[in-house]
């Protein structure tokens, strides 16, 4: 069955980028999610538990949230081999105030440092900021995530507020950094660039 229109702006079909596209996630997915969910990394640089989220717990996340319809979830492949490499997603859309989260995991780790994320980042802003006309993307990460705050900085995320000494890892406590990026500082950073 085609898609509604609304529905096919909202969610397209595929967002292309330089070097990677996103598209919608399929139910065949599901096998890259359970390793990338299962590697203890992944877990450390996502998750505040220190486990890695369970077979039956990826399955949940994976159909509920990323194949459900609160979630604005899309599939990051590399442009040139078409290979699935990661997920990104907008959860707590809020129509109200025009607000959203942003979460984003490049699951296979050799394409870690290669740009990906960055770019992913910049097409669900544009995407955020252009179709569905957004004021607010925000989003939490870790104070040891060194290369997503960079990654997030480069986007044009700024610091809002830190959850002090929030989690505990690698044997100490570290902050949960708060980021957001509004629509005018957005849209000043791209109109600068082009
Ligand atoms: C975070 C993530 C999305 C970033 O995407 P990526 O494709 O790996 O990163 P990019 O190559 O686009 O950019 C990373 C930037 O951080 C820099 N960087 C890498 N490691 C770094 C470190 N230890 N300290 C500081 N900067 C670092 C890179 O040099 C690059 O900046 P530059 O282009 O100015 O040189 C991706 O690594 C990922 O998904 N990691 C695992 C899960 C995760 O951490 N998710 C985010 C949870 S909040």
Request: charged share 30%.
């Amino acid at each position: 069955m085609a898609a509604a229109p609304e529905r096919e702006s909202w969610r397209p079909e595929a967002i292309l980028g330089r070097l990677i596209v996103l598209r919608r996630h399929r139910a065949e997915n599901l096998k890259a999610f359970m390793r990338w969910y299962s590697d203890p990394e992944i877990a450390r640089l996502t998750r505040y538990q220190q486990a890695p989220l369970s077979n039956d717990d990826i399955q949940r996340f994976f159909y509920a949230r990323i194949m459900g319809s609160d979630f604005l979830a899309m599939a990051i492949h590399q442009r040139d081999t078409d290979r699935l490499i990661g997920t990104c997603a907008f959860s707590q859309l809020d129509g109200d105030n025009g607000s959203t989260l942003f979460h984003i995991t490049i699951g296979e780790r050799d394409a870690w440092g290669k740009g990906y994320g960055t770019e992913a980042t910049e097409l669900m802003l544009a995407h955020a900021f252009t179709r569905l006309a957004l004021h607010r993307v925000a989003l939490t990460v870790f104070e040891y995530n060194a290369r997503a705050i960079r990654s997030y900085e480069k986007c044009g995320f700024v610091v809002e507020g830190r959850a002090r000494e929030a989690i505990f890892r690698d044997g100490r406590f570290w902050d949960e950094i708060h980021m957001s990026v509004l629509f005018d500082e957005w849209e000043a950073r791209y109109r600068t660039a082009r």
